[in-house]
């Protein structure tokens, strides 16, 4: 028996065509998972969006139980992935925005000698600033951002 020229276009047209509905659906899946993670409010208000890999849902949840995220906005030559204690000295522009969250900034001196500013995008009234004097642990997760532990 010989092959039917046209039932075979029909059959790739109908393999092209699933083919075609099931990568729109993925890329429409990944891209709602991508944005429910990033709030539309809060990246319309201006706020980053919290790195990959970090369990927070939200800002308001940094620094709770003594974990932070900070984003680095000076210096920052911490291998990645390596944990290197450090020194808060010291802790500004506190005042939250229209959101309720704060953006202060640390000087942090690092034990290999190297000095380091970051970013703690964080609500005050739920989880204190990090303090000059405190001793943290940071271990950075990429090239801007950094996971802090209090001790």
């Known amino acids: 028996m010989q ?7 029909r059959r790739r047209r109908l393999r ?9 659906i993925a890329v429409a899946g990944s891209v709602m998972a991508v944005s429910s ?10 706020e980053p969006a919290i ?8 800002w308001e ?3 709770r139980d003594g974990q932070y995220v900070l984003q680095i906005a000076d210096g920052g030559t911490l291998p990645s992935g ?7 000295t010291s802790d500004t522009n506190c005042a939250p925005d229209a959101q309720g969250l704060s953006h202060c900034r640390n000087g942090i001196a690092l034990s290999n000698g190297s000095r380091i500013t970051v970013i703690d995008i964080h609500t005050m009234s739920r989880n204190p ?6 001793t943290i642990t940071l271990t950075r997760i990429d090239s801007s951002w950094l996971v802090a532990s209090k001790g």
């Open 51 to 58: 790195p990959h890999g970090v369990k927070l849902a939200s």
């Open 82 to 88: 390596a944990a290197v204690t450090g020194t808060v």
């Open 37 to 46: 993670r990033n709030d539309p409010a809060r990246m319309a208000s201006g």
């Open 129 to 134: 600033c990090l303090l000059p004097g405190e």
């Open 3 to 9: 092959p039917n020229p046209k039932i075979d276009r």
């Open 61 to 63: 949840e940094n620094g």
């Open 16 to 24: 092209h065509w699933l083919i075609g509905t099931v990568a729109v």
